[in-house]
């Protein structure tokens, strides 16, 4: 039975507005239907809440009506014991009302256990269904929900039938399952798709159509930043790089991990510094200061850094010892910079008060996935977690991706924001408020402001990277054939004979190309630059690219900007959202084509920046004459790090 189009039609249950008719109501007395949550299933009761209402006229698991709302819908049925129910859900393209109300009534009620123990994942608990009419019940693992594994249960189906409505402790005992994941299987499964999360759902297989629940430790379990610190043991996979835990999603979902395998030590160093850490007198006074994967000290973080050292010499900035320039800073700063991963990194990161960086604060993990507890219940106590931004979020649309997610423990606190039309994009996307986005311009841009005048010689050719783009196919239209048509075309004009080029390849790409066509690597090695970006930015009179955001930190720097959008549909296509870098704010010449490339090249190169092109950008960065690192300082001092509490 499909919805019916919403009309003059007078239904046997609802009126106007979602209120059950007068003589119904739901568990509590209340005839509002509109907080009802989706997909749960409801029992309709009379005398105010005392008796539910039971049906002689309709057979177990048959429609009564569907009752049309916008684009959801009020299904009532009656159950498979003549209970009259009813279900809220969005009209799926799929589903229909029966197989809807059929999947809400064949919902699990878990209470499950999970560890790691050997080479395999164990989970066991009660699996418990109101009624028993499918095939199978199986474990289903990752997004496309290929691995599949039968549920093994103590007793048969006829017997656990029998205890479907008895909840008492000891018939609870019928519904006991058990079963083995062996994590050869999920390694496979990551060789072969790279997903490094991989979900569990339950699977219920029916004749017609299968349906799958998130898998959780508890029924009831819902939305909590508590789930958040969930982890198991981490366990190396035999004869692999790898090491899974299973952790649960801020739903409460089951969710297995692949993540790199991680020294001992690094636990035992962690543990110490947790200890000496009980002994501190005065807690969390701290600001932790870090880049991506605390691997960088070169952008926003590490100025900010330098600049709050002057006035706070509790200002603390983490670091990968395998950093080039780890040594010489330690021997700048030896009281305030520390390796990551060191006793003493650990011990200043459980006194912090803040984490202020231009990623999120999850960088400052063991490693990059991991399963640990101490440092995510730190995360969980913090909430002055600022957000300086790694470039301006003013070109994809990173917004309809779901990133800046507040109900995400990492999420930020605070984010440095550069104009009031960035601001914006931010209060109307997502959760955050003025009072969050602190308008002060990202603290890196002033390297480049400060540069602007310097001379300018290279030309400079950087795409961002296409996430969809991994087969590595030199072909055109490809993300390495755009890079190849670059190379023919400085390689074949006599323009370019005497310039400075330089073409930044995306570390992805380069290692697609070192694997898969190493031959043309090696030909081509010597024109890919593989220093610090900003380095090549500062030095560019052209800057090429299509939509990454390092064209703000090149047009600041004094760089005219030519936007090559050939791939800009795909782009926005493959990315489900228009760029916010559009035609009517870009600050540069735009090329569609490749074969106008080089005569827009050729313009640019004897040109100064454009009077439109510098209105245009100054609506989106307003913050671009140097002294965003002193304002950001200062405005963080004044009203987010020293207010009171936490």
């Not at 994590?183 to 999360?197: A, C, G, P, Q, V």
């Not at 009831?220 to 508590?226: C, E, I, L, P, V």
């Not at 030519?562 to 296509?573: A, N, P, S, V």
Request: proline share 3%.
């Amino acid at each position: 039975m499909n919805a019916v189009e919403a009309s003059d039609q007078i239904y046997l249950f609802l009126e106007d507005n979602l209120q059950i008719k007068e003589g119904y109501s739901d568990f509590s007395g209340k005839r509002s239907l509109h907080n009802k949550k989706n997909n749960k299933k409801y029992y309709l009761y009379s005398n105010h809440g005392e008796t539910v209402v039971k049906t002689v006229k309709y057979k177990p698991m048959e429609i009564i009506e569907v009752v049309p709302s916008g684009n959801e819908q009020i299904i009532f049925y009656s159950d498979s014991n003549c209970n009259i129910s009813f279900v809220k859900s969005k009209i799926h393209s799929v589903l229909t009302p029966d197989q809807i109300a059929d999947k809400v009534e064949k919902h699990p009620m878990l209470r499950s256990f999970v560890f790691m123990l050997f080479s395999s994942l164990i989970i066991f608990g009660i699996l418990r269904f109101r009624e028993y009419n499918f095939i199978n019940i199986n474990l289903s693992l990752g997004y496309k929900k290929t691995c599949n594994y039968k549920v093994n249960f103590l007793f048969p189906k006829k017997i656990r039938n029998k205890f479907s409505m008895k909840t008492n402790k000891l018939s609870l005992l019928v519904h006991a399952y058990w079963v083995r994941i062996p994590l050869r299987d999920i390694y496979e499964h990551y060789l072969n798709t790279s997903d490094i999360n991989v979900p569990i759902f339950v699977k219920v297989l029916n004749n017609g159509i299968n349906y799958y629940y998130n898998f959780k430790e508890r029924t009831k379990d819902k939305y909590s930043k508590k789930h958040f610190i969930f982890n198991t043991r981490s366990i190396r996979v035999f004869k692999s790089d790898v090491e899974m835990y299973v952790r649960k999603s801020i739903t409460g979902q089951y969710v297995i991990v692949v993540s790199s395998i991680m020294s001992k030590v690094i636990v035992l160093k962690e543990k110490l510094a947790y200890f000496l850490t009980l002994f501190k007198p005065k807690r969390e006074i701290y600001d932790i200061y870090f880049e991506k994967f605390a691997q960088g000290a070169s952008e926003s973080g590490f100025e900010l850094f330098k600049y709050a050292i002057k006035s706070n010499r509790n200002s603390i900035y983490i670091l990968d010892k395998d950093n080039e320039n780890f040594y010489q800073l330690k021997r700048k700063y030896p009281k305030n910079l520390f390796a990551k991963n060191s006793v003493s990194a650990f011990y200043y990161i459980f006194l912090a008060r803040s984490f202020i960086s231009s990623d999120l604060v999850s960088h400052l993990q063991r490693r990059l996935y991991d399963n640990d507890k101490l440092f995510k219940k730190k995360i969980l106590s913090i909430n002055k977690k600022v957000f300086l931004q790694h470039g301006p979020s003013l070109a994809t649309n990173i917004f309809e991706r779901g990133y800046f997610n507040r109900k995400v423990p990492i999420a930020p606190d605070y984010i440095i924001v550069n104009s009031k039309f960035e601001r914006d994009l931010f209060i109307n996307n997502t959760s955050y408020n003025s009072r969050q986005l602190l308008m002060t311009g990202i603290p890196n841009m002033d390297l480049y402001a400060n540069e602007r005048d310097s001379k300018k010689e290279e030309i400079t050719f950087m795409l961002t990277w296409r996430p969809w783009d991994l087969t590595g196919k030199i072909e055109e239209g490809s993300y390495l054939g755009r890079y190849f048509q670059f190379f023919n075309m400085i390689e074949n004009e006599e323009f370019y004979k005497d310039k400075k080029i330089t073409i930044i390849l995306h570390p992805k790409s380069k290692i697609i190309l070192q694997e898969q066509f190493p031959d043309i690597y090696n030909e081509k090695k010597h024109l890919f630059y593989e220093g610090d970006i900003k380095d090549k930015l500062l030095e560019s009179k052209i800057l090429i690219t299509d939509y990454s955001s390092v064209c703000y930190y090149g047009f600041c720097g004094g760089a005219n900007i030519i936007f090559y959008w050939e791939d800009k549909e795909l782009g926005e296509r493959e990315y489900g959202a228009p760029n916010i870098l559009q035609e009517n704010i870009a600050f540069g010449d735009i090329v569609n084509k490749f074969k106008d490339l080089n005569k827009a090249i050729q313009k640019n190169f004897y040109s100064n920046q454009l009077d439109k092109y510098k209105e245009k950008f100054n609506n989106l960065i307003e913050f671009h004459e140097g002294g965003n690192t002193r304002n950001t300082y200062n405005y963080l001092n004044e009203l987010v790090l020293n207010k009171r509490g936490k």
